[in-house]
């Protein structure tokens, strides 16, 4: 038996490598299921992504290609209500759950038409499993937004699903956080994980971090971008990269948008969130002038009552992404106990990672609706073609603003 056994004190049966969404939605889908979870927590050192997203549950343009992937965004989206429920019981805190439908705007006649293609084609590869949309021109669109702030003359139309919503995204990472600690869950803060070493005969792994190393026999990887790193260390390529997304956030207003946009949100407390850039940056996260205009120019041309507001904060975040924009849930074949989990959608994916996925992970297996996230997609010539054409962003365009 390894010495490290005793550092965790009681014994753990999962050891979760990172403290973000992904993370914590794990071990809060573990803890509920009565397993006993540590999370290394990378702290301050880390890029923080959980902090900077957009706070969408979005659903409407994810998929096209990959039904399977369509099917899985709307499962958690379809959840989402039970989630936030579950959490306020289980922390108090409400995470400011809205899901009215969204709306994805048009500023020519030439996107309009790209959009209705691509929810076309989403719907039909959905098959039984159905998938409703609008697509509503722009006489349409100003009577279904009636009350909201006056459209710009750019925009022909938009279109609506009505799976769509936004919730607080810091306090939905503090109730994840306090729902899994209420059920015993133990926090390792200020925890980089140096390496993760399979222990000889099968018999867990070792975990070297900042504070020591522990034994586990079971570790669940949501580093975000570390897992490019750590995940070759239980047998898995996990070929994450960083997208820069860049956020701007107005003063505090009345009540204007009762709605999420695939571009502006209001959030609860008032200010107007405008965003996010998709940008090649490595891991720059600083903010542009450029891009930041590009955003503040689109939200204006979109509604130019915007334009009357101050922009009062910025950041840019590094988005978790895979060649083809997918998520990557796999167990490793070479490593048995050991799982990898990464995806650029924590918010959106948050309830089906607690229900779905960590009760997969607590059984030991993962059920085929995962397996077009598994990452033995990435071991051949194929993963370069994935890149430069990725059926799971399919209409996306870099530098443009995106839902996080």
């Given amino acids: 038996m390894s010495t490290g056994r005793s550092a965790y004190g009681a014994r753990p049966e999962f050891a979760i490598i990172g403290g973000g969404l992904v993370g914590w939605s794990i071990a809060y889908g573990l803890a509920r299921l009565g397993r006993r979870v540590v999370v290394h927590d990378e ?38 209500d039970d989630l936030a429920r579950g959490l306020r019981e289980a922390s108090g805190i409400d995470v400011g759950l809205r899901q009215p439908g969204g709306f994805s705007f048009c500023l020519d006649a030439a996107a309009f038409d790209a959009r209705t293609r691509l929810m076309r084609r989403i719907q039909a590869e959905a098959g039984d499993h159905g998938f409703e949309f609008e697509m509503l021109e722009r006489g349409s669109l100003e009577r279904r937004l009636s009350g909201a702030p006056a459209l710009g003359r750019k925009v022909v139309g938009a279109s609506y699903t009505p799976y769509d919503g936004d919730v607080n995204p810091l306090r939905l990472l503090r109730a994840l956080y306090e729902s899994a600690i209420a059920l ?48 070759p260390m239980v047998g898995v390529d996990c070929p994450v990269r960083p997208v820069r997304g860049q956020v701007l ?11 999420p946009t695939a571009d502006i949100r209001q959030t609860d407390e008032g200010g107007l969130l405008l965003g996010s850039s998709q940008e090649e940056a490595g891991f720059d996260d600083r903010v542009t002038i450029g891009n930041a205009g590009a955003i503040a120019r689109r939200a204006v041309d979109t509604f130019p ?20 924009g997918l998520p990557v849930y796999e167990a490793s074949a070479s490593c048995p106990g050991a799982w990898v989990v990464s995806c650029h959608s924590g918010v959106t994916l948050a309830a089906v990672h607690v229900h779905g996925v960590a009760a997969a992970i607590s059984r030991g297996s993962l059920p085929s609706q995962y397996a077009h996230c598994s990452a033995a997609r990435f071991a051949g010539p194929a993963q370069a073609a994935g890149a430069a054409a990725s059926p799971a962003t399919a209409g996306k365009e870099a530098n443009v603003p995106q839902p996080a």
Avoid: C
Avoid at 47 to 74: I, M, S
Avoid at 305 to 324: E, F, K, N, Y
């Fill in 43 to 80: 702290g301050d050192l880390a890029l923080r992504a959980a902090r900077g997203n957009f706070g969408q549950v979005w659903v409407q343009d994810k998929g096209a290609g990959v039904p399977a992937y369509h099917r899985l965004t709307r499962e958690s989206a379809l959840q989402w």
């Fill in 184 to 231: 015993g869950t133990t926090h390792r803060f200020g925890s980089p994980v140096e390496a993760i070493d399979p222990v000889v005969g099968g018999d867990g792994f070792e975990v070297r971090t900042a504070w020591g190393t522990a034994w586990t026999p079971q570790v669940v990887l949501a580093a975000g971008l570390g897992n490019r790193l750590l995940a």
């Fill in 249 to 259: 956030v107005t003063e505090k207003v009345r009540p204007l948008l009762p709605f």
């Fill in 305 to 324: 009552a915007i334009g009357g507001l101050r922009i009062v904060r910025s950041w840019a975040a590094l988005r978790v992404m895979t060649p083809d």
